[in-house]
């Protein structure tokens, strides 16, 4: 799955094993980002990382190089990605981009946030734990933080560095202290399916926004853990002719710099939902969906709260949707849209292989397990069998007495 991050003037697309990186000649910060196309493969980063083994002492299958997760610093001066050779590889991107450091992860990551101060990287592991690593100090070792006892799937960390959020598959989004994440400040508990996206709001910083595959979405004041509201995304994604509610997860939640918009993103599915928050109601709002003739890698806001599409189709690879009179309009021939198109279309190979048919949440889900048919299945079962033993005995029963009354005589 191709994954696309927006940043100040910069954009990055992750496909495979592979980092396409491009300026948008926007202007941020009093800075004008330039074309300064950058492209980093994986699987030419550095090999000398310790062999990594099993509980047997056994050498792991290397992996494919595939990049699992990746993030920007708030300002955009660094970027970070993992891949599943257990790798975590660190950019600089000012004045240029240039990789800074590749060091080895415990395992195989699901999420990474680069805190707000630009110091540390935290990175969440399909074993529950979460690990920092130092910016400053790009040779620097990991350090365990904190854990969960089932596979983590996503985290954040709040504006002000104060606390870290995480969430896993068991349900839970678990709000820590940063400064000392043992220290758990509290618990957001009310879905019912494994949670895959995490976001705090930038306009309402004391609001946490989370999606899970119990095709919900909800909002949270995450230091107390309070649930403010409460989402149904169910009838807004069904199959035409089909009448069954399927089962879905959101694959990303991005929100606007400005305006007060998220855009919701179901996996496998080509509609993109927009909601805008009320801030008189401290509620999250429907609004426009936007349905797409391709299917949908990812959505991102850029600086100017315009809203990108990463899709699955060469010609049209990237789309940009604005806020014109109350309704999300394409945006047609921006510059910044067609030099990162132009980048990806001369670079397709790259794109391959990246459209996937099926979830990647399809392992995620409870295994539905129905007691009370079994056990009424077994009973009848037992039921039959006793009635079986019950008429062969008294068939055995029938057949002595014959023989009593009627003893055979030999022939003489």
Request: glycine residues 6%; contains cysteine.
């Amino acid at each position: 799955m191709a994954k696309l991050s927006l940043c100040g003037g910069r954009a990055a697309v992750t496909a495979g094993s592979r980092l396409l990186a491009s300026g948008l000649g926007a202007v941020a910060g009093g800075e004008r980002y330039t074309n300064n196309f950058f492209l980093y493969d994986c699987s030419s980063a550095e090999k000398k990382l310790p062999d990594h083994k099993d509980e047997d002492g056994l050498a792991m299958a290397v992996g494919s190089d595939t990049i699992l997760a990746h993030a920007f610093s708030s300002s955009g001066s660094f970027f970070a990605l993992t891949d599943d050779n257990k790798r975590l590889i660190l950019f600089r991107t000012v004045p240029s981009w240039q990789c800074l450091s590749v060091r080895s992860v415990a395992r195989r990551c699901t999420a990474l946030v680069i805190t707000t101060a630009e110091d540390r990287i935290f990175v969440a592991d399909k074993s529950g734990d979460v690990y920092s690593f130092s910016v400053t100090d790009p040779q620097g070792e990991a350090r365990l933080e904190l854990g969960h006892l089932s596979m983590l799937l996503h985290l954040a960390v709040s504006p002000d560095d104060q606390y870290i959020i995480t969430a896993d598959r068991d349900e839970k989004v678990r709000v820590s202290l940063l400064a000392a994440p043992h220290n758990i400040v509290s618990f957001c508990l009310g879905h019912t399916e494994f949670v895959s996206q995490l976001l705090v709001l930038p306009w309402a910083p004391d609001l946490l926004v989370s999606s899970s595959g119990d095709q919900t979405i909800k909002l949270w004041e995450y230091v107390t853990g309070r649930e403010v509201q409460s989402c149904d995304l169910s009838t807004s994604h069904r199959q035409d002719g089909d009448e069954d509610k399927q089962r879905f997860a959101v694959s990303r939640i991005a929100a606007s710099c400005s305006g007060s918009h998220i855009a919701v993103l179901f996996d496998c599915v080509p509609t993109v939902h927009v909601f805008q928050f009320d801030a008189a109601s401290r509620q999250l709002l429907p609004g426009q969906e936007i349905s797409l003739e391709h299917g949908v890698w990812d959505v991102a806001f850029d600086a100017s709260s315009g809203l990108w599409i990463l899709q699955e189709d060469k010609d049209e690879v990237v789309l940009i949707y604005r806020l014109a009179d109350g309704k999300w309009q394409r945006s047609l021939n921006e510059e910044s849209m067609e030099r990162l198109s132009n980048h990806l279309r001369d670079n397709w190979t790259l794109m391959e292989g990246c459209s996937d048919t099926e979830s990647p949440f399809r392992n995620l889900y409870k295994a539905s397990y129905d007691n009370m048919a079994h056990y009424l299945q077994k009973k009848e079962e037992r039921i039959l069998e006793q009635k079986q033993k019950k008429r062969k005995g008294a068939q055995q029963e029938t057949t002595q007495q014959t023989k009593v009354l009627h003893p055979v005589t030999p022939s003489s």
